[in-house]
């Protein structure tokens, strides 16, 4: 059964879904919202019991923060799609203090998701130009694609899907071998990839395709089944794309999260939850 953890007139729950197991916290990212005359993001962490909201502010400002990943380090891997002219990027932030380190900066289009290999050492995350079309970033940088980090700042594009694509969300299976991937242009589809020693991708294979909306919010539970968030509500299916079943959102849902034994799902003017495991 779902119940409603927190709600707002706006759209507070939108982006980020990161568990925080030490505060009993989920951290989420804002849409646009209007904030004195100027389009800003904003950043809260709710506690999942109780619905007690606090916002960070990123010291120094984080520019239109958007989806985000634990770093296995107790920080969160934050993506930020910067501002008229300056690009997007990833930082590292302390959820409590707001204090925050840019990881990479200044190069990309509006990177969108985040997600760690099985070591830790090294990311992938994607870079749609969501920044350009919404009209808060003046220009396109580079091309809509995959890309990899490694744990020195490297970064080199591991998969372009052509002009017309939006690559968003990203997930890893609890082995570290697969990574899948949400595609919200073209196709409205999540695939999955095979991951090679290098960290590039492989054998590309398509999982599945929203019936209702787009394929926003994808995760993995501890069996390796993908949940993903579009407008039926969370659809969930096997490492093989066969569909285990939908839990029915009214409204639909844009991201989600595995907190303990919660699945807590962010449906933008609502946060809500229900018992998974």
Request: proline content about 3%; charged content about 25%.
């Given at each position: 059964?779902?119940?409603?953890?927190?709600?707002?007139?706006?759209?507070?729950?939108?982006?980020?879904?990161?568990?925080?197991?030490?505060?009993?916290?989920?951290f989420v990212t804002s849409d646009?919202?209007?904030?004195?005359?100027?389009?800003?993001?904003?950043?809260?962490?709710?506690?999942?019991?109780?619905?007690?909201?606090?916002?960070?502010?990123?010291?120094?400002?984080?520019?239109?923060?958007?989806?985000?990943?634990?770093?296995?380090?107790?920080?969160?891997?934050?993506?930020?799609?910067?501002?008229?002219?300056?690009?997007?990027?990833?930082?590292?932030?302390?959820?409590?203090?707001?204090?925050?380190?840019?990881?990479?900066?200044?190069?990309?289009?509006?990177?969108?998701?985040?997600?760690?290999?099985?070591?830790?050492?090294?990311?992938?995350?994607?870079?749609?130009?969501?920044?350009?079309?919404?009209?808060?970033?003046?220009?396109?940088?580079?091309?809509?694609?995959?890309?990899?980090?490694?744990?020195?700042?490297?970064?080199?594009?591991?998969?372009?899907?052509?002009?017309?694509?939006?690559?968003?969300?990203?997930?890893?299976?609890?082995?570290?071998?697969?990574?899948?991937?949400?595609?919200?242009?073209?196709?409205?589809?999540?695939?999955?990839?095979?991951?090679?020693?290098?960290?590039?991708?492989?054998?590309?294979?398509?999982?599945?395709?929203s019936r209702s909306g787009i394929?926003?919010?994808?995760?993995?539970?501890?069996?390796?089944?993908?949940?993903?968030?579009?407008?039926?509500?969370?659809?969930?299916?096997?490492?093989?794309?066969?569909?285990?079943?939908?839990?029915?959102?009214?409204?639909?849902?844009?991201?989600?999260?595995?907190?303990?034994?919660?699945?807590?799902?962010?449906?933008?003017?609502?946060?809500?939850?229900?018992?998974?495991?």
């Amino acid at each position: 059964m779902l119940t409603t953890i927190a709600s707002s007139n706006k759209s507070l729950y939108h982006e980020g879904a990161v568990w925080l197991h030490k505060s009993k916290e989920i951290f989420v990212t804002s849409d646009r919202l209007r904030v004195n005359g100027s389009v800003k993001v904003k950043m809260h962490c709710v506690n999942i019991y109780t619905g007690e909201s606090r916002e960070i502010e990123g010291k120094p400002e984080i520019l239109m923060a958007n989806g985000a990943c634990i770093d296995g380090k107790d920080k969160i891997a934050v993506c930020y799609q910067g501002k008229d002219d300056i690009n997007g990027g990833i930082t590292l932030l302390d959820p409590y203090s707001g204090e925050n380190m840019d990881i990479i900066k200044n190069i990309h289009n509006s990177p969108n998701d985040v997600v760690f290999n099985s070591e830790d050492t090294g990311f992938w995350f994607t870079d749609p130009s969501y920044g350009f079309d919404q009209g808060f970033r003046s220009k396109k940088v580079g091309h809509e694609a995959i890309y990899y980090s490694d744990e020195r700042g490297n970064v080199r594009m591991v998969y372009m899907e052509g002009d017309d694509s939006r690559p968003n969300g990203l997930a890893i299976s609890p082995d570290g071998s697969i990574l899948y991937y949400g595609e919200s242009g073209r196709s409205n589809s999540v695939y999955r990839f095979s991951i090679n020693k290098d960290f590039t991708l492989s054998n590309k294979k398509l999982l599945y395709t929203s019936r209702s909306g787009i394929p926003d919010g994808i995760k993995c539970d501890r069996d390796g089944n993908l949940m993903i968030a579009d407008g039926e509500g969370v659809v969930i299916i096997s490492p093989d794309g066969i569909k285990q079943r939908v839990i029915e959102v009214e409204g639909g849902v844009v991201q989600l999260e595995l907190c303990g034994d919660y699945l807590v799902l962010l449906c933008n003017k609502k946060l809500l939850k229900m018992k998974y495991y």
